[in-house]
Nanobody
Framework: QVQLVESGGGLVQTGGSLRLSCASS????????MGWYRQAPGKEREFVAA????????YYADSVKGRFTISRGNAENTVFLQMNSLKPEDTAIYYC???????????????WGQGTQVTVSS
């Protein structure tokens, strides 16, 4: 079992930064590749970023490439999402997920956090 709890969301102006955290209370956290997703009002949940269980091979959605950075600290059972140069279109609930890579692509697993709201004002 993996329980995930996101934090770090909030209200920020365009061009600002936030750092999201996703903490796990499960003992098997370090075995999972991890991903971040987001869901804006009226839209489907979309992929944002992912990282392997070793902390390597991070990759990003085109919409956030160059602005967001995913990292993890297995000793702390935590994965992070540093978000810079935020735009109003980044406004969404952000969720972390424990899943896996196959053939270089991240596939979400069944473990999700409850989400943290990010609002970017123009």
């Amino acid at each position: 079992q993996v329980q995930l709890v996101e934090s770090g969301g909030g209200l920020v102006q365009t061009g600002g930064s936030l750092r999201l955290s996703c903490a796990s209370s499960g003992r098997t956290f370090s075995r999972y590749d991890m991903g971040w997703y987001r869901q804006a009002p009226g839209k489907e949940r979309e992929f944002v970023a992912a990282i392997t269980w070793t902390g390597g091979r991070p990759y990003y959605a085109d919409s956030v490439k160059g602005r967001f950075t995913i990292s993890r600290g297995n000793a702390e059972n935590t994965v992070f999402l540093q978000m810079n140069s935020l735009k109003p279109e980044d406004t969404a609930i952000y969720y972390c997920n424990a899943g896996g890579y196959r053939s270089g692509t991240y596939y979400p697993g069944t473990y999700w956090g409850q989400g943290t709201q990010v609002t970017v004002s123009s």
